[in-house]
């Protein structure tokens, strides 16, 4: 195995431009599990049982959000035919902020404390598909608009749903408020522990159909017209494949809060690095980037600065940025 | 749809009138209740004169002047860079100027408000600067690549500065800048507003200017105006009315936007003649947010940033979606 990977190396050092895209997977796969591990014992001080489970959880919650984020961004721009837009610049996880808001304001935190929260996730979940499904259909698919509407409107719907959430916020009770605090900001220190497993079983579930389809997606990116010559029965694909986004994006916010321009970053690195626009590279890759990101992130940032959730302001800093340069450079063309 | 300009003054004057009105409900609302007749008569008692005079006039005052001054700052963008969409809070400026008072709070713990008002409108005015250099760099296919860079710009300033916010433990006072809220003006805690108002003023009496320099550099050069001298002093307007009302009251997401958009539609493009009807119906759509947000969870108050920004961005994707046959 070691040797293999010795031998892997030496041929990237000689000839990089031809390196196949499955050895340049392998690469980053190493990559992060190398993070990986270094994150699990780094200055552990020999206390395990209680470092393993703890480390263990975070680690988990970042696999599952960084995969999440990834594959549902690389399947969005290719429904979409566009490498602007993300599920998160159009609102998608302010969105399910706002859902979450109306269910405590209409069920009350009362019952909700009742309720089994893998039922209440659920119900989440099925309202976020079924809302947001139709929205989305209606904005991107159904009318031929130009990109830089597209795009202006959802940053608008993300202000609204975030502005309503706001409001009934304000609205609820300070006590019933308090359940919903802590899920706006996103941080891997205070993973929803109860939703670890079953988002893990959904992610599972939801990638299993997404390899059934990879060679559809290809097709997919061909866009509408070629697509459809090349046999693939497009509203109903299209209509699946916003349904598995929107659910990947669920799993996501509701695990650690909305990340908006991680995405977008994880998705071009993939698009740069892997040599391949087949999706059966394009997606692992991003998702190898997400967990090498939001893994040798959390460690510099606890590490060497010493403090936690700013994570996501880092990744706002250098999304937004590389959001800018696709802009100009795609108005320069 | 031509209309006369007699006509036009005559509406203007019912639209003051509405305003008007607007303001008296204002001032009413309140956990402490008190009536007019009493105050009028001399019969009141001291609280109520207190109440009013220290709180509930001061309030609907600096209301109605945020509301028109932020309104007028927001036509003045547009015109200057020839775009529907632009405004203090999609270009920037608003986003620089909270940075400008986290840098100054940090640097200087104890400044005065006028120096954290100067610094704002300084780093406000180097932040819509870059706004500008970055839009030159593009030649405009879209129309909405204009408020798209600005709206991203911004999400990168305001980034940074939540970044040096979280560091030196000041997240708190800058969500005070971020989300509009009147329930802290108090006598003595507002009147830096009247500069926004006498701002204002002048930008109505130089409101020529500003549409001349929105015709473009040449033609400007052409008709004898100095392009850059305008271009600077408007600009400069806009950023100190923005910081003023950033310091005094906080952020208010998308009035410049929507107001002078929503007036442009209905009268046209006539500066002379829409800007008092931008003033008159920034300050008469902001006093109608505010009575919702004390009226909908009463005696609680929703902050008017909040209730601005659901409103704002509903209008906002009415009017991109609405126009998008024209521009799309």
Known sequence: ?333 | MQVQSGQLSYRLGLATVGVIFLACISLVIGVYSFSFRDLISGQADVHSSMVLFVSRIPRTVAIVLVGASTSIAGMIMQMLVRNRFVSPSTAGTVESASLGILIITLLVPNASIPLKILFASLVALAGTGLFLLLLRSIPLRSPLIVPLVGIMLGGVISSVTSFFAYRYDLLQSLSIWTNGDFSRILRGRYELLWLSGALTLIAFIIADRFTVAGLGEAFTTNLGLNYGRVLAIGLTIVCIVIAVNVVTVGAIPFLGLIVPNVVSMMLGDNVKRTAPWVAVTGAGFLLACDIAGRTLRFPFEIPIGTVVGVVGSVVFLVLLLRGSARVG
């Open chain 1, 1 to 333: 195995m070691l040797a293999s990977v010795a031998k892997v190396e030496a041929v990237e050092g000689k000839v990089a431009r031809a390196v196949p895209p499955v050895i340049r997977l392998v690469l980053l796969a190493l990559a992060a599990i190398g993070l990986i591990t270094v994150f699990m014992t780094i200055e552990a001080h020999g206390n395990w049982d209680f470092i393993l489970p703890f480390r263990g959880r975070k680690i988990l919650a970042m696999v599952l959000v960084g995969y999440a984020i990834a594959a549902s961004t690389v399947m969005f721009q290719t429904i979409t035919n566009n490498r602007i837009l993300t599920p998160s610049i159009m609102g998608f996880d302010a969105l399910y902020m706002l859902i979450q808001t109306v269910v405590v304001f209409f069920l009350g935190a009362a019952r909700l404390s009742q309720m089994n929260p893998r039922f209440q996730f659920g119900l989440e979940v099925l309202a976020m598909v079924g809302f947001s499904g139709t929205l989305y259909w209606w904005l991107f698919i159904r009318v031929e608009r130009s990109v830089h509407l597209l795009v202006l409107v959802g940053i608008i719907f993300g202000v609204l749903f975030g502005s309503f959430t706001n409001l009934l916020q304000r609205m609820i009770d300070p006590t019933e408020f308090a359940v919903l605090q802590d899920a706006g900001f996103a941080s891997f220190n205070s993973v929803n522990r109860t939703l670890l497993g079953i988002s893990g079983l959904i992610i599972i579930a939801v990638s299993i159909v997404i390899w059934r389809m990879i060679h559809v997606l290809d097709a997919l990116a061909l866009g509408r017209e070629l697509s459809i010559t090349v046999g693939v029965e497009y509203r109903r694909t299209i209509m699946i494949v916003l349904a598995l986004v929107t659910i990947l994006v669920s799993v996501s916010t509701a695990l650690v809060g909305p990340i908006t321009f991680f995405g977008l970053l994880v998705a071009h690195l993939a698009y740069q690095t892997v040599g391949s626009h087949s999706h059966r590279y394009t997606i692992p890759a991003a998702g190898l980037f997400s967990v090498i990101f939001l893994v040798g992130g959390q460690m510099v940032l606890e590490r060497v600065f010493s403090f936690n959730s700013s994570l996501s302001i880092m990744i706002d800093f250098l999304g937004g940025l590389l959001f800018i340069i696709l802009v100009l450079r795609g108005g320069k063309k």
